[in-house]
C-alpha cells in the first residue's frame, strides 16, 4: 500500500471525508484496531532553514518532519536528560486512585483498576505519551480492546507523531495508519486517547519543541566548533630550531625526527658552546577564545532546561528554585503538578470513564487517578512555623491588636475547637478552678482543710532571763 508523502498533508485532502463530530462511541466489540506504519528517524539537521520548514510544517499541523526531529533531537545528552528529568518526577511517584464515591461497588472498581493498572497503562507508554504531548504538543495512543471475556478491558499502545496530522475541514486530528489509511482521532473516542495539555485546537504551536529548535541546533554547533578549537590547539605546532650555519644531513634529520613526535617523543638536540645549537619549542595559542565556547554551551543548556523543567540549577547540581537544601530537585514543582493534573485528567475521561460505562454501565463510577507528586511536608519546617504563629499571636495580645485570632489561625490550616468545644474546655476550666479554691478555703477557727494544727505554746514557763 502506497503511504502519503509530506507533501500531500495538506488542508482538504481529495476523498477525504471524516466527519465532523467530536465524539466516536463506537461500542469496543466492533472496532477494528489499527496497524502502525514504520518509523524512520531523520539524521541531525545542520541548516537553519531546514529546521525553519520543519517548524512551519508543524505550525500548519503537519507533524510528519517535526514528529522525526523530536526523535533527532533526544540524541543530544542535555535534551534527554532534561525529558528523563520529567518524566522520572511524574511516573516515580506513588499513583493513588480515588473512587468515585463510598459505595462497594465504586470501591471494588478502584480495587479492580488498581490490580491491572500496568497492565493496562504501561509506565513505558505512558512515558511516550506524556512525551509527545510535551514536545509536540499532543499525544496519541489507541485503546487496543480485549473483549473476549468480562471485563472488558483494553491495553494504550502509544502512536508516533510523524503520523499525526491536523485538518480544519474535519477539526479534527487524523493518524496515518498502514491498514485504514486515515483515521480520525476525535476528542472523545472509545478507541483513542488524545492527551493535548494544551489544548486539543492548534496544541501543536504549543509544543515545547519550538522553543527548542534553536537552543539545540546553537549547542549542536557550538560543540563541533569547540570540538575543532580543541583539536587545532590542542596541538601546538612544534619549531624546530637549528643553527644558522647548520649541516644539511644532520638539518634534515633532526627536522624528521621532531616531525614524528606523535609517535616519537624522544630525540637528540645538539648544543654547542657558542650557542649555535638544535632545540624545539612549541608555539601555544595564547587566546582565551574557549570562553566563548563555554559561555554558548551555558546558553544553551540554561534555555532546554528552563523550557523542559521550568528551572535550570536542578541540571547542574544546585538547589532548584525556592530551595538551598535539596540539589537536584529535578522539575519545578508547578510544573510537575500541571503535569499530572493534566495527565489524569486525560486518563479520567478519555480511558477510565470508557471503562466503566462498557463494563458497569455508568462512567460517573470512574475513579480519579492522582500521582502524589507533592513532597511529604518536612517535620521541622512544620515546628518552626508552629513557633512562629505562636509568637505572633504573644505579640498581638501584647500590644492589644484588634485580630480575631480564630479566623487567624483557620486561614493557616490549624486544628481548631469548634465554638460548642471551647465553650465547654471554659467551663470544665472554671469548675475545676472552683473545685480547688473550696479546697483550699480557710474553716471557722482560722485553719484550712489541709493544714496542719498549729503548735501550742507551753503553759506557765517564763523565759528565762541572761
Request: proline residues 7%; glycine residues 6%; hydrophobic residues 35%.
Amino acid at each position: 500500500m502506497a503511504t502519503m508523502t509530506p507533501s500531500q498533508y495538506t488542508v482538504g485532502i481529495p476523498g477525504v471525508t471524516a466527519g465532523a463530530q467530536q465524539e466516536d462511541k463506537t461500542p469496543p466489540n466492533e472496532l477494528l484496531p489499527t496497524i502502525e506504519l514504520p518509523v524512520y528517524g531523520v539524521a541531525a539537521v545542520d541548516r537553519k532553514w531546514w529546521l525553519d520548514q520543519f517548524m512551519s510544517e508543524m505550525d500548519n499541523g503537519q507533524f510528519f518532519n517535526a514528529g522525526r526531529l523530536g526523535d533527532s533531537i533526544k540524541r543530544d545528552g542535555r535534551v534527554l536528560g532534561a525529558l528523563e528529568q520529567r518524566k522520572a518526577a511524574l511516573f516515580g511517584a506513588p499513583l493513588q486512585l480515588e473512587p468515585a464515591n463510598d459505595s462497594a461497588l465504586a470501591v471494588k472498581i478502584r480495587d479492580e483498576l488498581l490490580a491491572g493498572w500496568e497492565r493496562m497503562f504501561p509506565r513505558t507508554e505512558l512515558e511516550e505519551l506524556h512525551e509527545y504531548a510535551t514536545l509536540h504538543g499532543l499525544g496519541i495512543a489507541e485503546k487496543i480492546w480485549d473483549t473476549s471475556k468480562t471485563p472488558w478491558t483494553f491495553r494504550i499502545s502509544v502512536r508516533h507523531p510523524q503520523f499525526y496530522l491536523w485538518l480544519w475541514n474535519t477539526g479534527n486530528y487524523h493518524l496515518i495508519t498502514l491498514n485504514r489509511a486515515l483515521v480520525r482521532v476525535p476528542e472523545r473516542s472509545t478507541q483513542w486517547i488524545n492527551h493535548a495539555p494544551y489544548g486539543y485546537k492548534r496544541a501543536y504551536l504549543n509544543g515545547r519543541l519550538r522553543a527548542l529548535v534553536d537552543p539545540w541546533m546553537m549547542r549542536m554547533w557550538n560543540k563541533n566548533d569547540w570540538a575543532n578549537w580543541c583539536e587545532m590547539h590542542g596541538k601546538p605546532i612544534r619549531k624546530a630550531i637549528v643553527p644558522q650555519k647548520a649541516d644539511p644531513v644532520q638539518e634534515k634529520q633532526f627536522v624528521s625526527n621532531v616531525s614524528k613526535l606523535g609517535s616519537n617523543t624522544t630525540i637528540k638536540v645538539r648544543r654547542d658552546a657558542d650557542g649555535n645549537s638544535y632545540d624545539v619549542e612549541l608555539l601555544e595559542a595564547v587566546s582565551m577564545g574557549w570562553k566563548g565556547f563555554q559561555g554558548m554551551m551555558e546558553w544553551s543548556d540554561n534555555e532546554i532546561a528552563q523550557v523542559l523543567l521550568g528551572q535550570t540549577a536542578s541540571m547542574d547540581n544546585n538547589g532548584g528554585l525556592n530551595s538551598q537544601e535539596d540539589p537536584g530537585k529535578g522539575v519545578r514543582m508547578d510544573v510537575l503538578a500541571a503535569d499530572n493534573a493534566k495527565l489524569c485528567e486525560t486518563l479520567y475521561v478519555q480511558a477510565l470513564r470508557d471503562y466503566c460505562e462498557f463494563n458497569y454501565g455508568d462512567p460517573d463510577l470512574a475513579p480519579r487517578p492522582n500521582y502524589q507528586v507533592a513532597p511529604p511536608e518536612d517535620e521541622a519546617d512544620l515546628a518552626a512555623t508552629d513557633q512562629l504563629v505562636a509568637q505572633t499571636l504573644v505579640s498581638f495580645k501584647t500590644a492589644a491588636a484588634p485580630v480575631n485570632v480564630r479566623e487567624y489561625l483557620e486561614e493557616r490550616g490549624f486544628p481548631l475547637l469548634t465554638p460548642e468545644e471551647e465553650a465547654q474546655q471554659k467551663a470544665d476550666a472554671m469548675e475545676q478552678a472552683q473545685q480547688m479554691a473550696a479546697l483550699t478555703k480557710p474553716n471557722d477557727d482560722g485553719e484550712g482543710d489541709d493544714s496542719k494544727p498549729a503548735p501550742k505554746k507551753p503553759q506557765g514557763q517564763k523565759p528565762k532571763k541572761k
